[in-house]
């Protein structure tokens, strides 16, 4: 009954900045945490960002000091990326917790993904 609606994907050019969006919904009463992954074809899915109910984020190496994860509500995250590069062409998931199982890789509720191009 709980459903998470992605948005934000396309093709950017290298350097380009792109802004994804994701919205849970159904039957959830609270959120402890909300992630995005990424995934490319023949590759594992990677865990790019976090961010917990008070505000606490964290990031992949290989996107720190280039994409921002933000909540402005409690059933809601944006992912802000900035300076994309080839290899940030995935296709991105957003996922969600109501306890704190996030925190050894549990994540009970996902989005179906959102398509990232980055390309000349």
């Known amino acids: 009954q709980v459903q998470l609606v992605e948005s934000g994907g396309g093709l950017v050019q290298p350097g380009g900045s792109l802004r994804l969006s994701c919205a849970a919904s159904?039957?959830?009463?609270?959120?402890?945490?909300m992630g995005w992954y990424r995934q490319a074809p023949g590759k594992e899915r990677e865990l790019v960002a976090t961010?917990?109910?008070?505000?606490?984020t964290d990031y992949a190496d290989s996107v720190k000091g280039r994409f921002t994860i933000s909540r402005v509500n409690a059933k809601s995250t944006y992912l802000q990326m900035n300076s994309l590069k080839p290899e940030d062409t995935a296709v991105y998931y957003c996922?969600?917790?109501?306890?704190?199982?996030?925190?050894?890789?549990?994540?009970?509720?996902w989005g179906q993904g959102t398509q990232v191009t980055v390309s000349s």
């Open positions: 961010i917990t109910t008070s505000g606490s």
């Open positions: 159904g039957t959830i009463f609270s959120i402890n945490a």
């Open positions: 996922s969600c917790s109501a306890d704190n199982r996030w925190r050894i890789g549990r994540w009970p509720y």
